[in-house]
Structures are given as C-alpha cells and as structure tokens.
C-alpha cells in the first residue's frame, strides 16, 4: 500500500506572475465600470417578457368582446316584414302549426307583448270574425 509521503509532489496549477499584486486594481476598475452604465428604464427583463403580452391579449379579449354585436330578436326582425307577405308565404308553403310552434323560440317578453291588456276589439269585428272562421259557441 502507498503512503501519501511516497507520492512525488507536483504543481499543476501556475499562478501568473504579479497576479495577487495586480487583483485589487482590477477589482476596482471593474466596479467603477459597472457605475458608469446609464440605467436603461425599458431593459428587457422578465417583466416585459412576460408582462407585455399578457397585456396585449387583454387588450384584444376586450376589444374582441365589445365588437361582437349581439343578434337581434326574431320579432323585431319579422316586424319589418309586410303582415300580407307573411300570410301568403304561410299559405303557400306546406308548414303546419306544429312546426311552427316546435321551430319557434318565445321569450316572456316577446309572450307578453302579444298580449297587451290595453288593446280592446269592437265587439261588431268579433261578431265578422266569428262568422268569418265559423267558430261555434
């Protein structure tokens, strides 16, 4: 077994010469470097990294979300329509009051407005409309 005295030292690592003299000067030139740099306000740090496009996607989201236009009522839409056209393509077109009622989306506003309470019908239009469909009472 060998012992740590028999090992021959060798240096393998050289220090330059004037090497621990020169360190404290170059130390400090390297500090007074560093103050020198102007503060720079928009460096590229982690931050802005991710900072910024956090910031661009909210910006869009909510201009993406004010430009969308909700649709209109389908009532309002069928307002502009002629009463005399909406009958004739009722007649013309083999649609049954059940499809219409299955195929229909009523909300209780457009219910309500269907039946207004202040509308009054002459009893004499009742009497032509009775006989006009043949309703028996």
């Known amino acids: 077994m060998k012992r740590l005295e028999d090992i021959p030292k060798k240096q393998s690592f050289k220090v330059p010469d004037g090497y621990f003299e020169d360190l404290p000067m170059r130390i400090q030139a390297r500090i007074q470097a560093a103050e020198k740099k102007p503060l720079r306000i928009f ?3 982690l931050v802005w990294k991710f900072a910024l496009p956090v910031l661009l996607v909210g910006i869009l989201s909510v201009a993406f979300w004010y430009n969308i236009s ?3 009522d389908s009532f309002s839409q069928l307002d502009t329509v002629p009463t ?3 009958l004739a393509y009722l007649e013309s077109d083999d649609i049954t ?3 219409i009622i299955e ?3 009523f909300t209780s506003a457009s219910i309500n407005s269907l ?3 202040n509308e009054e019908i002459p009893t004499a239009e ?3 409309l009775t ?3 043949d309703f028996n009472f």
């Open 43 to 45: 460096e590229y740090s």
């Open 70 to 72: 909700e649709p209109e």
């Open 84 to 86: 005399e056209q909406l």
């Open 97 to 99: 009051t059940e499809e």
């Open 103 to 105: 195929n229909a989306r």
């Open 115 to 117: 039946y207004e309470e």
């Open 126 to 128: 009742l009497d032509d």
């Open 131 to 133: 006989q006009q469909y």
